[in-house]
């Protein structure tokens, strides 16, 4: 669908043995597709190669989902909080739903991690 060469990009899955309900599950998982699809299509130009990580770790109550690769990296100029992007706009819509908190780490590519509470 990214016309992304089979073998070009890895994939890594870190994903401790969790129990989510239904009203975290799902917000997680439109995070995750949208964030793995901007990998996608934007961080592995001209035929880079390179891995996209996903990772969810739990301490007592508190989570942290991990989306990060190691492409071009997200533009500096750009503020995420503020951007046009409808996709951007989901994520954010949908870290709100799950009540949590959304950084940006621009070391060795793009990693969005995402912390929340959940039951």
Not at 59 to 76: C, E, K, Q, W
Not at 79 to 85: E, G, L, N, P, V
């Amino acid at each position: 669908m990214y016309n992304v060469p089979l073998g070009a990009i890895t994939t890594t899955v870190e994903i401790e043995n969790v129990q989510l309900g239904v009203d975290a599950a799902i917000p997680c998982a439109l995070i995750i597709n949208e964030l793995v699809s901007n990998s996608l299509r934007y961080a592995f130009p001209d035929g880079r190669t390179g891995g996209v990580t996903v990772a969810l770790q739990r301490s007592n109550r508190a989570y942290t989902l991990t989306v990060a690769d190691d492409g071009v990296g997200f533009p500096a100029d750009v503020d995420f909080r503020a951007t046009d992007s409808l996709g951007m706009q989901l994520v954010l819509t949908l870290v709100n739903q799950l009540e949590g908190t959304i950084e940006l780490n621009r070391e060795n590519g793009t990693a969005f991690v995402i912390s929340f509470h959940a039951d």
